[in-house]
Every structure is written in C-alpha cells, then in structure tokens.
C-alpha cells in the first residue's frame, strides 16, 4: 500500500518498512474523525514513532489541533525530536515540536527548584506575582526562533541568557503542533489540571499518544497512591503547635494515635536489606483510630487540620519559602482515608522497608481501580495508545476504562523467523517453595553456559530481587569475571542518572571487542522502556515467571477485579495478566531491529503451563522450543544459533 501524498510530506524516509504503509494509513483513516480510539499492539521493529508521526500530522495541521506525545522515559522523547528533525529537514513542511519538563527539572531559581510540583507552582506565583524572580523578568526581551526544542536545550539557553526555561517553553507553545512529555503529567489528576492550564489548551483540542502505553496502568496506580510517615507526623505536630500556636487536644490526639500505631506496626516487622514487608490494615482498625475523636465531630475536625494546614502554607509563602506543610499533607491523607473508608478500590497497608540500619514505615492507601483516574483523558479528541505488550486488549480496555467503541489491532511480528531463538528449560520450577541452594546453583550455572556462548552481551531479568539474590550468593558475579565478562547489576533505588550511566558502560563494551552481562528484574527500570539492539544485548535470560507476592493487597485487588468481571477473568485481570506481560516486555528487550538476531530464554517451565502460556506474546509461542534440564544442553543450543 502507497501513501497518499498529504501524508508523505510528513514521512522523512524513502521506502516504508514491511506493514508500516498500512499501519499509517490505519491511524490516519481512524483518528480522522473526532471521538475515535485506538490500541495498537505492534513490535518495535516495525517503526511505531514515524508511524504515528506521520500519520497524525496532517490531521494536526488541517484541524488546528496540538498533538501530545507521552513517552514514559527521556530516551524516548528524544527519539521523537529526532523523527520531527527529519521532517523538517526534508523541506516540504514545518512542524514545531517541543519537549516539555516539568518545573521541577526546568526551573533555575535554587529558591524554589528543590520542592514537590505543586510547591513550585504555588511559589513560582507568588514570586512572579511580587516580580521577584529574575528569571521571568528577564524573559520579556528576549526573542528566539526555535522549531524544535528539547528541554535540555530549552535549559541552556535560560542558563545562557538568565531566562526561564520553563516559560520559555510555554511561550513557545502557542504555535507548537507537538509536545512531548512524560506520563505523570497526562495521568496524575493533579499534575494533568496544571499541565493543561499552563499549555492554555482543551483536551478536547488534543490528541493524545501513550507510546509503550501499557504503562499506563502502573502509572495509574502510582498516581493513586498516598501514604504518611511517622516523621510527617512529628512535623506536623511540631507545626501545628511551633508555628501555630495551637493546642487544640482532638486534632493533637488523632495525630498521636496514628503515630502511636503506626510505631507499634514498625515493631512487628524486621524485613531484610532492600525489602518491603506490606501488612494490610482493616476498616475496623482505621476507624478505631478515629475513634479517638468523638464521632460526629470527625468530620469537622478534618477539615479544621486542613485549613492549619493551609496557614502553614500562606506563612511560608508570605516568606518566599517554599509552601511545603506536613500538617497539611499529613491532614489531607487522613480526610482522604475517612472519606475512602466505604470504597472497596482502595486498600489500606503498612509498608516497612529497610535501608541500612534503619527501617522506614509507611501508612498508605492504594487504589485498584484506576477507571475514575483515567476518565478525563478521554475527552481527548482521540487516544491512541501503542505497545508491543497490549495482549488480551479486552483486559486493557477494561482495568482503564477505554469507551467500548474503541477500536484494537494487532499485528504480526515484522521480525524473520530464523532471527530469533527462544528455547524454554524444562525441569526447573521456581515456585518459592523450589527457591534451594541447588536451583539456584543450576540457574547460575545456565546463565554461565548462555553468556560464554554469546559473542556479545547478555541480560538477565529476574521474577524478583529475592531471586537475584538468590543468584548473586552463588558466586555468579566471580565466575563471570573469570570468564572475561563485566559484570552489572541494577538496584532497587539507584537514582535514574547513575542507572543511564550505568546502561551507557554496558552497551558500549561490545565496540570495545568485550562483554557485558547486566542482570535486573522483569518489570525494572531495564526490562522496559530500554531498547539493546543489535550487539548491546544479544541473548536475555527471563527467570521466574513475575507473579506478585500473595500478600493483603494482593487478594484485596483479585477479590476486587473478581466481583467486577467473574472469577476467572477477575483472577487473570488482576494476577496472571501483569506478570506475563512484564514477562513479555523483559524478552523482547534484544530484538529492537528488523535486522537484529537475538537469542531468548525461559528458566521457570510454568512458563509453558497453560494458565500462563497463553499469555505469553504469539511472536514467543510461535518460536519456542523446550528443552531438557541437562547439564550443558543449553550452553550447546546458543552456541549453535550464533554458529549459525
């Protein structure tokens, strides 16, 4: 299929790769009529940004619409400037895309970069408001003639120039077709009413692209939660009586029988380095916690901390500090709690984790039902969400609450057959009760076997941290070493800049005729949203299908899903579905590329029992092959495929 030519002005290459001719065409002809959804599962190799550029494009020209891009990393919303660079460059049209930060990685006064987004917001205006800020006013003279700007870029020129980045950008936004951003502003509730009103735009004018969108449901998740630390509480109390003044004995009280509770729920736990222990709370036992206040003055006392709480913010503003209260956040998670407390999508739990010497204890509410989060974006005038990981589509629709005229297409896998080897282990079971001593020396020495006979790096992603560990103690890290392979780890709480260097040592180790092998965890920050083609990881290692710990919430949230949609699509929905697909992203990691060869294993033969097989992506199932557990069977099968 040819393209029409409204649409090859906008499309920068000189041939289209197989399928992709068509798949334009199909979010063209779709999105053209306002309302209309679509969910695309499609592997990555088939070109899914340019795709979905040039296909949206001519829609957002001939209707004076403003395209927003969501990506969930930085990687990805440089890949889309680059796609809108080579648009422009071809000369036929003129295409102003922008990527836009938030104000906290934008903003340049050290004032008030350090807080929370909405404390920036609040005194950004105040000091804006005043004409206190240097940066702002300094913005009024300068003039620039920027197409495409990437928010670093955006953030040298006001460092170069002492301007505001950040209004920079929206200065740029009222002639901008395209802006690329990062979930959370699209997806928390919050951040989404700011993100709008800043870009002085309809989302009924928008449409909006969710690339790698089956994140869309953890990140719903995330934005649903809230939780309180026995530290927030001591500050509020130290606000509530050092700044206020106040002595008011029911709202001291409430705050000491939650941290009382809190402290006695932190002495029951002794998880281990790098762990979380999550204990579920019961209704009964938060209203026993209110209790502490007489019943029909609950209500009033809430909202009477929220207004304390609110003080302490004018205070600090009047200040030009920060507007940051613990009373008030501490306030409005429990007037949160209160009013939840009849709502069977929330669940109430401690987590408890240790880092150190220390343990750290969180009271916290999560939401299961992620529908009412979602609800506003589909004013959009379309969505179009795409993914190589949406499979079952139904079951995204549901658990997001997609219109049930949205319309879904997969498409086969673009990738050449005898390019991809994917062999299932036989015989190894790592149910936790299997978790010995000698599976894990097996699984140590498989992994061995896969990374000697690779001729270039190799990636492990683990069911757990638990499993990783498990690993690591049998020496897996020296017997690598000894072989001549780097080795790299990912941690639970690394920061994301010494983690993208990290990835960058790791990927170039094969241009300096050497190899890497980096082991993390399915559903990681490395499983997904980061591409290793060609030689930056030529063989993964899945171990462990990543089934969620049963725990209180975990049951809460089958329970939950169970009631909505029976018990066998309520127990897929909520526990099977998830792991697969973290399952799915982690193996597809090598075989980013039409031209890539790439090898895959699966350690953990239930894998291939039906209740998980069928969720396993078709590309998968149509490959692979189970082999038995014997002792360098494995090592034999890589070292054929890369012969080969």
Known sequence: MTLPDSIRNFFPYPKTRPGQ?????????????????????????????????????????????????????????????????????????????????????????????????????????????????????????????????????????????????????????????????????????????????????????????????????????????NKITILSIERALNELIGILLEDDENIIRILEEFKTYIQMMEMTRDPKEGEEIEIGVRNSMVKKLFSTIPIEQQKSILVRMIELGIKVKEVMLENNKLPRSSLYKVSSFMHFLYNSLEKPQYIYEMVISKQGEYKKTAFSIKTIDIRPILKELFQARNVLVLSGTLEPIQAFIDICGFPNTTQRRVLPSPFAFENIAIYGLEGINLKYENRTESNYSFLMRCCLEVAKNTPFNTGVFCSSYGVLNGLLKQGLKNQLEKEGIEFFREYRDTNSKLNEKMIEKFKDLPNQNRKGFLIGVSGGRNSEGVDFPGKEMSSVIVIGVPLAMISYSTNKMIKYFKELYGDERGLDYAYYIPALRKANQAAGRPVRRLQDRGLIVFLDERFFYKKYYRFLSDWIRDRVIKIDKYEGLLGLAVKNFYKN
């Not at 068509?22 to 063209?28: A, K, S, V």
């Not at 930085?74 to 890949?79: K, N, P, S, W």
């Not at 928390?188 to 309809?202: A, G, M, S, W, Y």
């Not at 909006?208 to 994140?215: K, Q, R, W």
């Open 21 to 225: 001719s068509i798949l334009i065409n199909e979010i063209n002809n779709t999105l053209e009529s306002r309302g209309n959804n679509l969910l695309i599962e499609a592997a990555n190799g088939i070109g899914k940004t340019i795709t979905t550029l040039s296909a949206l494009l001519p829609i957002i020209k001939k209707n004076n619409l403003l395209l927003i891009y969501a990506t969930r990393t930085h990687t990805q919303i440089d890949r889309v400037i680059e796609e809108l660079e080579r648009i422009n460059n071809m000369g036929q049209v003129n295409v102003v895309g922008l990527t836009l930060k938030g104000r906290t990685e934008m903003c340049l006064n050290e004032e008030v970069n350090r807080g929370s987004i909405t404390e920036i917001s609040e005194l950004c205006g105040q000091l804006r408001k005043k004409g206190e800020c240097e940066y702002f006013n300094n913005l009024k003279n300068f003039t620039t003639d920027i197409r495409t700007g990437r928010g670093d870029e955006l953030i040298e020129i006001g460092k170069n120039n002492k301007i505001c980045p950040y209004y920079l950008a929206k200065r740029l936004l009222k002639n901008t077709d395209v802006i690329i951003t990062t979930y959370n502003y699209l997806i928390h509730p919050f951040i989404r009413q700011i993100f709008f009103n800043d870009i002085e735009k309809l989302i009924s004018e928008c449409i909006i692209v969710f690339d790698e969108g089956h994140n869309i449901i953890d990140v719903a998740r995330d934005a649903g939660t």
